[in-house]
T-cell receptor, first 116, second 111 residues
């Protein structure tokens, strides 16, 4: 489809394992964002990519979290040595431009991560 | 992480009633956005506001960007069952693309 695509839609894994979550932004969108949504809560900013600029990692909760964006398109969020508190829905969003250009972010349906 | 104060936390109303919810912040924002989230899906943008004092409508929805830049409200008129969901406000500050989200308002509409 034409929207933001995330995979997998659900992921269940054991504590201590590493996980990779994938985001395919809307074609042509240069800005890509990752958010985390804990049960019953709002969205918490994690990391932001804009073109070739260095990513804004200010929202990453620990050094177990990292993200890459290859070729300015697909992004992967990696969580190493998962903990139970990492259980949440991880949402990706993209927008045509960044830099406060008044372009709203469009969200994918998220990956629901459960750590046993 | 930082979140905006959004109220009410939940609402239970009858079909046809009007609804009002609001968000407040201790920080000034340059943009206010309102999203709706259905179960198992990502948030969908409803209304975007870019100027202090701006009042914008989208069908039965009306939102305003507070004159102080620290608040916004969303009104839904003549509610219908498909309005059920969680509504989030989000603010964006100057020089940043990060969105700060409200805590959400869960809306239930009874026929």
């Amino acid at each position: 489809g034409a929207g933001v695509s995330q995979s997998p839609s659900n992921k269940v894994t054991e504590k201590g394992k590493d996980v990779e979550l994938r985001c395919d932004p809307i074609s042509g969108h240069t800005a890509l964002y990752w958010y985390r949504q804990s049960l019953g809560q709002g969205l918490e900013f994690l990391i932001y990519f804009q073109g070739n600029s260095a990513p804004d990692k200010s929202g990453l909760p620990s050094d177990r979290f990292s993200a890459e964006r290859t070729g300015g398109s697909v992004s992967t969020l990696t969580i190493q040595r998962t903990q139970q508190e990492d259980s949440a829905v991880y949402l990706c969003a993209s927008s045509p431009f960044g830099g406060s250009s008044n372009q709203p972010q469009h969200f994918g349906d998220g990956t629901r991560l459960s750590i046993l | 992480g930082q979140q905006l104060n959004q109220s009410p936390q939940s609402m239970f109303i009858q079909e046809g009633e009007d609804v009002s919810m609001n968000c407040t912040s201790s920080s000034i924002f340059n943009t206010w956005l309102w999203y709706k989230q259905d179960p198992g899906e990502g948030p969908v943008l409803l209304i975007a506001l870019y100027k202090a004092g701006e009042l914008t409508s989208n069908g039965r929805l009306t939102a305003q960007f507070g004159i102080t830049r620290k608040d916004s409200f969303l009104n839904i008129s003549a509610s219908i069952p498909s309005d059920v969901g969680i509504y989030f406000c989000a603010g964006q500050g100057r020089g940043t693309d990060k969105l700060i989200f409200g805590t959400g308002t869960r809306l239930q509409v009874f026929p």
